[in-house]
């Protein structure tokens, strides 16, 4: 194949002036396509074994667990994961289940431990490595923060500061006198 057959071929496809570049990138991808089906069916084939000397060489690989979600994997085994629509930030993407409103409202009222709003919501099953996960993972968190929030304003709780006292109320005189009119008082 050549740039003559290339320009035919990309103005076959609609292109009527195709640049220079664009033809060496179609002459690439077809040479790349022609190897491609020249390798036999045992090239291809990723070896089935893992050979010792690269578990040899990464031994720590092999002793920690990795840093990946334990509840993502959980979620999608169950079909439950959720992933928010539009563009995808940067990152580990937030882990989301249907059900994560239904537990941070069985929990709002501060009382109910995270196992029994599970079992309210019909949620069982969950290893204790999961059950830290959820505790740790940032989309209930923030949910569960909400509905505390929603809650108290409901029954009329305020959170009330410490009482403020004067600079000079610790321990000594709370009136702001000083040294030589509490000895004259």
Same mark, same amino acid.
């Given at each position: =194949?050549?740039?003559?057959?290339?320009?035919?071929?990309? @103005?076959?496809?609609?292109?009527?002036?195709?640049?220079?570049?664009?033809?060496?990138?179609?002459?690439? =991808?077809?040479?790349?396509?022609?190897?491609?089906?020249?390798?036999?069916?045992?090239?291809?084939?990723?070896?089935?074994?893992?050979? &010792?000397?690269?578990?040899?060489?990464?031994?720590?690989?092999?002793?920690?667990?990795?840093?990946?979600?334990?509840? %993502?994997?959980?979620?999608?085994?169950?079909?439950?994961?959720? @992933?928010? /629509?539009?563009?995808?930030?940067?990152? $580990?993407?937030? &882990?989301? /289940?249907?059900?994560?409103?239904?537990? /941070?409202?069985? =929990?709002?009222?501060?009382? &109910?431990?995270?196992?029994? /709003?599970? !079992? $309210?919501? *019909?949620?069982?099953?969950?290893?204790?490595?999961?059950?830290? %996960?959820?505790?740790?993972?940032? !989309?209930?968190? %923030?949910? @569960?923060?909400?509905?505390?929030?929603?809650?108290?304003?409901?029954? *009329?709780?305020?959170?009330?500061?410490? &009482?403020?006292?004067?600079?000079?109320?610790?321990?000594?005189?709370?009136? *702001?006198?000083?040294?030589?009119?509490? @000895?004259?008082?």
């Amino acid at each position: =194949m050549n740039a003559s057959d290339a320009k035919a071929a990309l @103005r076959a496809q609609g292109i009527r002036n195709p640049s220079p570049q664009l033809v060496s990138d179609w002459l690439r =991808m077809q040479q790349s396509q022609e190897w491609a089906l020249e390798l036999p069916d045992s090239a291809q084939e990723a070896p089935s074994e893992p050979s &010792t000397r690269s578990e040899a060489s990464h031994p720590s690989a092999v002793e920690h667990p990795s840093s990946k979600s334990s509840l %993502a994997p959980l979620l999608r085994a169950r079909g439950e994961l959720q @992933r928010p /629509a539009g563009r995808r930030k940067a990152g $580990r993407p937030r &882990t989301v /289940a249907p059900w994560f409103a239904c537990v /941070a409202s069985a =929990m709002s009222d501060g009382s &109910t431990p995270l196992r029994a /709003a599970l !079992a $309210r919501c *019909g949620v069982h099953a969950l290893t204790q490595k999961e059950l830290r %996960a959820l505790y740790r993972n940032t !989309a209930l968190l %923030a949910m @569960r923060r909400e509905a505390r929030q929603k809650w108290e304003r409901e029954w *009329g709780i305020r959170r009330r500061s410490r &009482t403020a006292r004067p600079k000079g109320c610790r321990g000594g005189d709370c009136l *702001g006198l000083s040294e030589e009119l509490r @000895r004259i008082l």
